[in-house]
DNA sequence: CTTCTCACA
DNA sequence: TGTGAGTA
């Protein structure tokens, strides 16, 4: 197949296939007589996974990471693929979603007003574009695929920010008190050493983690999970399904605004009357100056309190906090 | 129709 | 992160 039929087909142009082949994403066949290139249908399928990769905002350099890793281990390329997919769609889905969301606002402040204040419209315009920045801004930074295979043997250690890793958990399960057959949902799952504990109590758990690497050792250790590539800010779910959704040693990652995203998130896809208990490094409120960058516990309480929910904090060791809420209705 | 390079945002 | 023009 020729340069522009694997274009059209891709609905890319042309010149963009060749500058993927410039940074080397990929190498095509060349004819030895003219040196066209030739598209096989490898070549196609990988060229298709470029494409999604980009259209979900990842920089062509991590698309070549990615790839390499690909190879190397060589996994199930549908699956993988599949499950990609579904995590841009979740994400597009979403930003319509915020989208609607804004156009909503605006109608009502033109009910409200007779005319959109210019400030209004401004405000309204870059919340927006912050949400998607964020939104788009999924990819693995803490390169936790390349840290999987030894992440047990770290968080065993219980040193550093994993201190009282093993207590946190089980008062996860204490606070929750999960019941056999409810749903359960894990954020940031890694090997699924939270979601695990929920399993042994007859639960049913999803695991999101948006490390591949760690969610195939997740399959390994526990068959019966079910677990999707996504992260806090888009998280792989309709709506309303869950009982219960806990997250230990994940929110920590997250900046302020993305904080505030993913606990929207985590009231999207949980039931009325669902529970939600996180378990991080914290700070205890907003302006503690000499621990900056990790969350504050406060904060996140004043938002499940705003937010019809009852909400209570535990303090395990000076930054590990447990936080549970409980949606009322 | 394709190749490659240089310039440009 | 690509695009356009010009060339052979």
Redesign the pocket.
Known sequence: M????A?DRLG?????I???EK?GLLSPA?QES????SFSDQDIWRLQTIVSL?EAG?????IKLALEKWEVDGMGELQYYLELQRSILMSEWLQLRQILDMTDRMIGLLKDERGLPIEHIFGLAAASKRLREQRGNWQDRWNFNRLAPTHDERVAAGSGNYADYAEALEKIVRLVVPAKGERGLDIGTGTGNLAGKFLERGCVMSGVDQSREMLRLCQTKHPGMETRLGNFLALPYLREQFDFVVSSFAFHHLSGDQQRLALEEMDRVLKPSGRVAIADLMVPAADDEAHAGFPSASSLVRWFLEHGYTAELRRLNERLHILYARKEE
Do not use: G, H
């Open positions: 020729n340069i522009k039929e274009a890319i142009t042309p010149r963009a060749r500058f993927y940074k060349k003219n040196r066209y290139r980009r990842m920089s062509l350099s991590d």
